[in-house]
């Protein structure tokens, strides 16, 4: 089992930052991607940013400039600094890695997909 556990999120005014951590535990030999991904009320789960563990990254085109992901590899833990916060960001914001729960797994590159419980950001003055 993969447990993670979201922090950081809060009520900001517009063009405000937050920062948001996500520590993954539980049976993990190695994560390959992890990263965050947001709900806003009537709307669909949409990707925020991804982070692989050799640093490569991937932004939403509403996030990107204003959003940084980063990730230590060594605490099992992936960030996400938002900057220049705006209303339309408010959402519940989940945290997603893919790992590999054993070296067996890892040879045979069978991941497991596993979420946080999410937490609320709102972008309010």
């Known amino acids: 089992q993969v447990q993670l556990v979201e922090s950081g999120g809060g009520l900001v005014q517009p063009g405000g930052s937050l920062r948001l951590s996500c520590v993954a535990s539980g049976t993990i030999f190695s994560i390959y991607t992890m990263g965050w991904y947001r709900q806003a009320p009537g709307k669909q789960r949409e990707l925020v940013a991804t982070i692989t563990s050799g640093g490569r990254t991937n932004y939403a085109d509403s996030v990107k400039g204003r959003f940084t992901i980063s990730r230590d590899n060594t605490k099992n833990t992936v960030y996400l600094q938002m900057n220049s916060l705006k209303p339309e960001d408010t959402a519940v914001y989940y945290c997603?890695?893919?790992?590999?729960?054993?070296?067996?797994?890892?040879?045979?590159?069978?991941?497991?997909?596993?979420w946080g419980q999410g937490t609320l950001v709102t972008v309010s003055s």
């Open positions: 997603n890695a893919e790992v590999w729960p054993s070296y067996s797994d890892y040879r045979k590159n069978t991941l497991t997909d596993a």
